[in-house]
């Protein structure tokens, strides 16, 4: 299907934008990372003391069935980096009540992403946690809430590179 705003073809499979790590992690320098975090793919924590959670924040796309999903990292308290851990492979994460969190990662065309508060929701055992944002006039709020087109959801996929 051709976008009716720039005329030119956005596949599905395109990749979604996805952040490897947080912010504050990726610009330390390689001594520092070394010596202060202790990170995978999922969880990471620096020096003891911040504690970041790898999470989807989904962007509902009209036309399609699933949302656009950025992979993003959340800063969430100590005591929520260790229930989550808890519950880390227990189905009993649909029990659990949304955590508060906050965005660990600047997206390049939202305004100021980093830092905006939201709920972290568990999701299950083997699936990410999904980020829902906190009311408020930020336009990714408001792409949240209201959803996105394919357009927009190739204009964060093209930030990959
Ligand atoms: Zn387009």
Known sequence: ???????????LEEMELTFRRPDDVAKLSAEERAR????????????????????????????????????????????????????????EQVLQKPFAAQIANEIPTADGSLGLRAEMRLTGPTTRPDVILQPSQHQLYVEQANGIDEHRAAEFSALFA
């Not at 299907?1 to 073809?9: D, L, T």
């Not at 202060?36 to 036309?63: H, K, T, W, Y």
Request: contains cysteine.
């Open 1 to 11: 299907m051709i976008c009716s705003k720039c005329g030119e073809e956005h596949p």
């Open 36 to 91: 202060l975090v202790q990170e995978n793919n999922d969880l990471c924590v620096i020096d003891g003391m911040r504690f970041f959670i790898r999470a989807l924040l989904p962007l509902p796309v009209e036309s399609r069935d699933i949302p656009y999903c950025i992979g993003l990292w959340v800063e969430v308290t100590q005591a929520t980096f260790a229930r989550v851990y808890d519950l880390w492979d227990s189905d």
